[in-house]
T-cell receptor
Framework: AQSVTQLGSHVSVSEGALVLLRCNYS??????LFWYVQYPNQGLQLLLKYTTGATLVKGINGFEAEFKKSETSFHLTKPSAHMSDAAEYFC?????????????FGTGTRLTIIP | DAGVIQSPRHEVTEMGQEVTLRCKPISGHDYLFWYRQTMMRGLELLIYFNNNVPIDDSGMPEDRFSAKMPNASFSTLKIQPSEPRDSAVYFCASSPSTNGAFFGQGTRLTVV
């Protein structure tokens, strides 16, 4: 079974500082990996995804993530945090190789931006 | 496209009552997912459909829960009878395949 682990349920960074949200996955084969963002009282919005090809993927709002097979990681970064980045972030995995399209989500990381 | 549309946005019902949540997926998407979100358990997949056919319902908590997709543009999640522990936010999502799912705004269900 696929799974993801998000280290740190809460992360606080200062405005303008680097954002780093950690995600590690468990899979016997390279999975498809996703990051979603959820603002209060909203649904989840897709930030970026890795399927195949280039391991550094860029998403919306200046976020990017790098797939590292050797580390089984897919950490999310942004060079300079904005106040509007405050939200909850979810890493997710799908085992497309088995024909299973369902997404398995991590427990989420709440990002707080300090003015 | 208006995105995934869920109704109602909020539902408050008494224990024992039937609750029906509705979802209109994005046109052309072959997959439809129902998720439940709670503080304690996070995001849980309840069931998903491919081309209107249920593929995996292993996440449906018990027989009180049922889901249908009578056509490509409509799905329902029904809880009968409802219990206080069913209180959660229920999300519907749709996907064209491997591109990642697009989520609706959710239905916040409160069972008192």
């Amino acid at each position: 079974a696929q799974s993801v682990t998000q280290l740190g349920s809460h992360v606080s960074v200062s405005e303008g500082a680097l954002v780093l949200l950690r995600c590690n996955y468990s899979s016997s084969v390279p999975p498809y990996l996703f990051w979603y963002v959820q603002y209060p009282n909203q649904g989840l919005q897709l930030l970026l995804k890795y399927t195949t090809g280039a391991t550094l993927v860029k998403g919306i709002n200046g976020f990017e993530a790098e797939f590292k097979k050797s580390e089984t990681s897919f950490h999310l970064t942004k060079p300079s945090a904005h106040m509007s980045d405050a939200a909850e972030y979810f890493c997710a995995v799908s085992d497309h190789n088995s024909g299973n399209e369902k997404l398995t989500f991590g427990t989420g990381t709440r990002l707080t931006i300090i003015p | 496209d208006a995105g995934v549309i869920q109704s109602p946005r909020h539902e408050v019902t008494e224990m024992g009552q039937e609750v029906t949540l509705r979802c209109k997926p994005i046109s052309g998407h072959d997959y439809l997912f129902w998720y439940r979100q709670t503080m304690m358990r996070g995001l849980e997949l309840l069931i998903y459909f491919n081309n209107n056919v249920p593929i995996d319902d292993s996440g449906m908590p018990e027989d009180r829960f049922s889901a249908k997709m009578p056509n490509a543009s409509f799905s329902t999640l029904k809880i009968q009878p409802s219990e206080p522990r069913d209180s959660a936010v229920y999300f519907c999502a749709s996907s064209p395949s491997t591109n990642g799912a697009f989520f609706g705004q959710g239905t916040r269900l409160t069972v008192v």
